[in-house]
């Protein structure tokens, strides 16, 4: 797994197709955060990245889990199919996240369905290689129940604001989750469309177009998937409730 610099200097070899900046990145993931370079390297030795287009599936409901995935660029949307064919948006990842560790580890199969909500390249994870590294190193097995605590806690959350906040309010919220900046104004791009947004938010699509309508009074304009906010930290506290 290592090799040696010219200074004898111990090298990781590194998934074919990361760069320094996205090996950084995986090393800050909850599940390997901490942890030695060799730890990382030995745990996605089969690992790989891959391009996948627009509505891609990655794996379907009640299918074997022999894989989790990083996201590198791009967003990918969890779901369940209704009685009636509808999709009911679980979550929504983009890059520097994770999922599908739990259903991997625990669960053996995958209890939602998955598909690439833009064109995405991801870091996929085979169970083999990952899970004998989580059998060696213990410190690797809390990283893992960390990271699905965080993603149960994530789940709460969302159910806690369906219960608690207005249609409106978790548009606002959305919304500063893809801000840069926590003050000043900005221009955003929408990641995905707008039903898909709709469904990850708990609401029709055409309660979505009013709760946009209804943030022009805090100053947040749209025009297609370009968005613009006049006032970040207005919006954030909107967001809250706090008004």
Known sequence: MARYGDAG????RRVPGLDVEEWSLLRMLPLFRGLPEKTVAEALSEASVQRVARNTVLFIHGQPAERFYVVLEGWVKLFRE????QESVIAVFTRG????????ARLKSYPVSAAAATDARLLTV?????MAAVERDKALTMNLMDAMSMHLHGLVGQVEDLAA???TERLAAFLVRLCAARTGSTRIQLPFDKTLIAGRLGMQPETLSRAFRK???VGVK???????ISDIAALHTFGEGEH
């Open 9 to 12: 200097t111990p090298e990781v």
């Open 82 to 85: 209704t009685l009636d064919g």
């Open 97 to 104: 996240e994770s999922f599908a560790e739990a259903a991997m």
């Open 126 to 130: 085979p169970n083999r290689m990952f």
């Open 165 to 167: 906040k207005s249609t």
């Open 215 to 217: 943030l022009g009074a």
């Open 222 to 228: 749209v025009a297609g998937h370009e968005v613009s």
